[in-house]
C-alpha cells in the first residue's frame, strides 16, 4: 500500500472456484443450490454476481468464504484450497452484524487483535486509517443504535477491511438502505477500492448495481443454481449508477436474465 | 411526577379500602389489624432494631444462596444452550426443577442436613438454579447466528470466540436471567425460612412465622409488606435499569 498509512497491504488474491456443486438436504427436501459451478476472478478484479433470489449466489459467496464446504468441486485462494474460513477472504453482509456490545472503533479493532504480531499503537493506527477511509472518524466512539443504516455499513466496511484481507465478499451490502444513501456509498466504494485495490466479489439482485461496480458482471439462473452468463464493463471509473451507459448495458443484462 | 402521584394515590386507595374493611367489615382486630397497628409494630420493629437485624440475616442468606446458584446457573444455561443433546438432558431437567415449587425441597433438606443454614442455602439453590438455566439458554438460542459466522471469519473460534462474542452478545439475556433466578431465590428463602426453625439467625420468614404462633397478625402483615418492599426495590433499582438499558443497546427484545 501506499506511503499514506505506512502500512503494506496483501496482495490481491485470485481466486479459482472449480466445478462446484451444492445440495441442500434435509429429511423431507433436497434442494440443489449449485451445479456445476466454474469461476475465476483475477486479482484485483471486482466481480459482481446477479441472479434471482434462489440462485444460490449468496450460497456460493458462502463457499468461497469457507463457512460452508462444497459437496463436489474446490475453491482455491492464491492456488490454496480452502477448507474453512480465513481472514484473507472476509464477508460483509447484508444486514451490518456489527457487535452492539462494542463501539465503532472496538468493532473496527475486533479483527485487528487477531492478527498475530500487530501492536496496540499499530492496531490503533490502522483502525483510525480505515475510520477516515470510509468516513466515520466522527463516530469512533459511537455504538450501533446511534449509527444510521448507511454507517452501519461504513463501518461494516472499516471493519472488514482493517484486517487487510486479500479478498472481499459482499453479500448484498446495499440491499437495506434507501437510494440516496445507496448511491453515495457506490462513489465511496469505488473510491476504497481504488485506494485498497482488493479483490472483490459482490453478490446482489441489483443489476444497475453491478453494472455501476463490477469490471464484471457474472450471471447466475435458478433451479439449480447455475453461471449462465457474464459481460465485461468497460466503462470509465467513477461510475455513476444514473448515466445512460450504465442504464444501456443493465437493461441488456436485464433482458439476458429474463431469456433463461 | 404524574407516574409518581398516580401511582401513591392508588396505594393511599388500597390502605383506605383497608381501613374501611377493618371499621366496617365486623371482623375480629385479631384476625384483622387495622393500618395503624402494622404501622405501629413496624415502626416499634425499626426502633428496637429486630426488624433490621432480622433483613440483614434474609439478605445475607439470599445473597449467598443466590451467588451460588448463580455460579452453577448461568455455565450450565450457556452450555445448555449449545446442542439439542443438552436441551433434551441437562434442559429437561432445568425445566423439571423450576416446575418443582421450591417447599417441597424442604423435606428432603431437613432429612439430609438438619436444622442448619446448609439446609436453608440447599433450598435457596435448588430454588435458583432451574429457573437461571432456563432463563440463560433460551436467551443465548436467540443470539443471531451472523455474529458467530463473522466471528470465525475473523479467526475467532472455540474459547475466544466464546468470551468475546457468545457472552457478551448473550449478556442482555443474562440479566434477565438472573433477575428471574433473584425473583425465585427469594421465594424459596421465605419458603425455608418458616419451615426450617434454626437457632443461627433469625429472619423475615421466622419472625412472620412466630408472628402467626402468637396471633400477632400486625406482625405478620408489617412483615408480608417488609418482603414485598424489599422485592420490588431490588428489582427497580438492581435489574430494571440494566436490562433496559442492555436491551436498547443490544437491540434485543422488548423494551419495558
Not at chain 1, 484485483?44 to 460452508?68: M, R
Not at chain 1, 455499513?153 to 479478498?167: G, I, T, W
Not at chain 2, 388500597?14 to 409494630?41: D, R
Not at chain 2, 432456563?134 to 438460542?141: C, K, L, N
Amino acid at each position: 500500500m501506499s506511503a499514506k498509512d505506512g502500512f503494506a497491504a496483501a496482495p490481491p488474491a485470485k481466486l479459482g472456484v472449480e466445478h462446484v456443486t451444492k445440495w441442500f438436504r434435509t429429511t423431507r427436501t433436497s434442494l440443489h443450490a449449485l451445479d456445476d459451478v466454474n469461476l475465476y476472478v483475477d486479482g484485483g478484479e471486482f466481480v459482481c454476481l446477479v441472479g434471482p433470489s434462489g440462485c444460490g449466489k449468496s450460497t456460493l459467496l458462502d463457499i468461497i468464504a469457507g463457512l460452508t464446504l462444497p459437496d463436489e468441486g474446490q475453491v482455491f485462494a492464491d492456488g490454496v484450497l480452502v477448507q474453512g474460513p480465513g481472514r484473507h477472504r472476509l464477508v460483509m453482509f447484508q444486514e451490518s452484524a456489527l457487535f452492539p456490545w462494542l463501539n465503532v472503533f472496538g468493532n473496527i479493532t475486533f479483527g485487528l487483535r487477531r492478527v498475530a504480531g500487530l501492536g496496540a499503537a499499530q492496531r490503533r493506527r490502522i483502525a483510525d486509517y480505515h475510520l477516515h477511509l470510509v468516513g466515520l472518524a466522527k463516530f469512533k466512539r459511537a455504538y450501533v443504535p446511534e449509527l444510521s443504516g448507511g454507517m452501519k455499513q461504513r463501518a461494516a466496511l472499516a471493519r472488514c477491511l482493517a484486517p487487510d484481507p486479500r479478498v472481499l465478499l459482499m453479500d448484498e451490502p446495499f440491499a437495506s438502505l434507501d437510494a440516496m444513501t445507496r448511491e453515495q456509498l457506490y462513489f465511496d466504494l469505488q473510491r476504497i477500492w481504488e485506494e485498497r485495490k482488493k479483490t472483490i466479489v459482490l453478490v446482489t439482485h441489483n443489476v444497475r448495481e453491478a453494472v455501476c461496480l463490477g469490471d464484471r458482471v457474472v450471471l447466475m439462473s435458478p433451479s439449480p443454481g447455475r453461471i449462465c452468463g457474464e459481460f465485461a464493463v468497460n466503462l470509465q471509473r467513477p461510475r455513476d449508477i444514473n448515466t445512460a451507459e450504465v442504464a444501456a448495458l443493465a437493461g441488456r443484462i436485464t433482458n439476458a436474465l429474463r431469456g433463461m | 411526577m404524574r407516574h409518581v402521584l398516580i401511582t401513591t394515590a392508588f396505594f393511599a386507595a388500597l390502605i383506605c379500602l383497608w381501613k374501611a374493611g377493618t371499621v366496617f367489615g365486623g371482623s375480629s382486630p385479631v384476625l384483622l389489624p387495622p393500618p395503624e397497628a402494622v404501622a405501629a409494630y413496624l415502626s416499634g420493629a425499626l426502633r428496637d432494631g429486630s426488624l433490621a437485624e432480622a433483613s440483614l440475616v434474609t439478605l445475607k442468606r439470599l445473597v449467598l444462596g443466590y451467588a451460588v446458584g448463580i455460579l452453577i446457573g448461568l455455565p450450565l444455561g450457556l452450555i445448555t444452550s449449545t446442542s439439542a443433546i443438552f436441551q433434551n438432558t441437562l434442559g429437561a431437567l432445568a425445566l423439571g426443577l423450576q416446575t418443582l415449587p421450591s417447599v417441597c425441597w424442604i423435606p428432603l433438606a431437613l432429612l439430609w442436613f438438619g436444622q442448619t443454614e446448609a439446609a436453608m442455602l440447599f433450598v435457596v439453590i435448588m430454588g435458583t438454579v432451574g429457573s437461571v438455566v432456563i432463563a440463560t439458554s433460551m436467551g443465548a438460542r436467540s443470539i443471531p447466528p451472523i455474529y458467530a459466522r463473522l466471528a470465525r471469519t475473523m479467526g475467532s473460534e472455540g474459547f475466544d470466540k466464546w468470551t468475546w462474542v457468545i457472552l457478551p452478545a448473550s449478556l442482555p439475556f443474562l440479566v434477565t436471567g438472573m433477575k428471574q433466578g433473584w425473583a425465585f431465590a427469594w421465594r424459596s428463602l421465605m419458603a425455608a425460612e418458616i419451615y426450617v426453625t434454626i437457632l443461627t439467625g433469625f429472619g423475615l420468614g421466622h419472625l412472620l412465622h412466630y408472628g402467626r404462633e402468637l396471633s400477632a397478625m400486625d406482625q405478620v402483615i408489617g412483615i408480608m409488606l417488609v418482603i414485598v418492599v424489599i422485592g420490588l426495590v431490588t428489582d427497580k433499582t438492581l435489574f430494571a435499569p440494566w436490562e433496559r438499558f442492555m436491551h436498547r443497546r443490544w437491540g434485543t427484545g422488548a423494551v419495558q
